[in-house]
């Protein structure tokens, strides 16, 4: 899998990054979005840096995060970030996601569970195994 933002990115160069459509051509819905969110964690950058993260896994780019923030959320940044951990803990696939970003007015993303106050226990659960792995020697 290929992906675009590196956590050694600055703030800047990630949220360029992760809004460019293709070379040189960027969605200023996405940047507006992503802004956002980095705002929302200034003093806690590294969950902000996690969510981009999650975004780049999924492969949700550009007008396609806009169109989640916008259409999917309601520019609800909770629902929003409800929909990455969603994600993130298998609880949501990304066929799902695609599918209702693929339709022409994508829906309101409803009845997932409400995970974006358990942000710091799943964010340490996540990293505590890759740190553990990487203290014993195993980068997987």
């Known amino acids: 899998m290929t992906t675009r933002f ?3 990115d600055s703030i800047q160069d990630a949220i360029l990054k992760m809004s460019e ?7 200023p819905g996405c940047i507006t979005f992503l802004t956002d969110l980095a705002v929302k964690y200034n003093d806690k950058l590294i969950f902000f840096v996690y969510y981009l993260g999650v975004l780049d896994r999924m492969g949700i780019y550009g007008s396609k ?3 989640l923030w916008n259409d999917c959320c309601g520019r609800d940044l909770v629902i929003v970030e409800n929909i990455i951990l969603n994600f993130a803990k298998g609880n949501l696939s990304k066929e799902v996601i695609y599918e209702n970003l693929s339709r022409q007015y ?3 993303f409803e009845g997932l569970e409400p995970l974006a106050d358990r942000l710091v226990e799943i964010f340490e659960s996540e990293y505590s195994e890759v740190e553990s ?3 014993n020697g195993n980068q997987s």
């Open 6 to 8: 590196r956590s050694t």
């Open 106 to 108: 994508a829906m309101l």
């Open 133 to 135: 792995n990487v203290n």
């Open 21 to 27: 459509e293709q070379p040189g051509s960027f969605s």
């Open 65 to 67: 995060a806009y169109k």
